[in-house]
């Protein structure tokens, strides 16, 4: 989502770019100088940027390689991964973010898990940050 403050400061200089002001500073007969003019294009670039980043799957897009290699190989997504708390976290909140309902339990060895789709991702705190480990199928 756009932050409040960001969502304002975009219409300040949306504002100025229309005849407006912003700031104390008056833009004479609706023409923009060009440091108006470039902070207006800043501000839209940065809105661009957050936008493509609210829509972007970066935190789970290589456990889902993961999933897809072990599907062509086996005919079916993998049972398990093991992954690291970076892994696991990023995952969490893009659960949140994306507002998909988190499913969370644990394995027979006390470990917590939460589902990928059709996997169970499996939190091992004891291992690297950001492990993505071999998919498996029950054992």
Same mark, same amino acid.
């Given at each position: 989502?756009?932050?409040? @403050?960001?969502? $304002? +400061? ?6 100025? &770019? *229309? ?12 023409? &923009?100088?060009? @440091?108006?003019? =470039? ?11 957050l #936008?493509?980043?609210? $829509? ?7 456990? @889902?390689? *993961? !999933? /897809?290699?072990? $599907?062509?190989?086996?005919? !079916? /997504?993998?049972? /398990?991964? %093991?992954?690291?708390? %970076? ?5 969490? %909140? ?5 507002? !998909?309902?988190?499913v #969370?339990?644990?394995? =027979? ?11 169970? #991702?499996?939190?091992?705190? %004891?291992?690297?940050? +950001? ?9």
């Amino acid at each position: 989502m756009l932050d409040r @403050r960001e969502l $304002l +400061t975009l219409g300040g200089l949306l504002g100025v &770019a *229309s005849g407006g002001t912003a700031e104390g500073t008056a833009v004479a007969t609706g023409q &923009a100088n060009e @440091r108006q003019l =470039a902070d207006i294009a800043n501000a839209i670039n940065s809105l661009k940027s957050l #936008l493509t980043q609210q $829509l972007s799957f970066a935190e789970i897009l290589e456990v @889902r390689k *993961s !999933q /897809f290699t072990y $599907l062509r190989a086996n005919g !079916q /997504f993998p049972d /398990f991964i %093991d992954v690291g708390i %970076d892994i696991w976290q990023g995952i969490h %909140d893009w659960h949140i973010r994306v507002q !998909q309902p988190l499913v #969370l339990g644990r394995d =027979a060895n006390g470990r917590y898990t939460m589902m990928l789709g059709f996997t169970a #991702l499996v939190l091992r705190q %004891d291992s690297v940050p +950001t492990l993505i480990g071999i998919p498996y199928d029950q054992r």
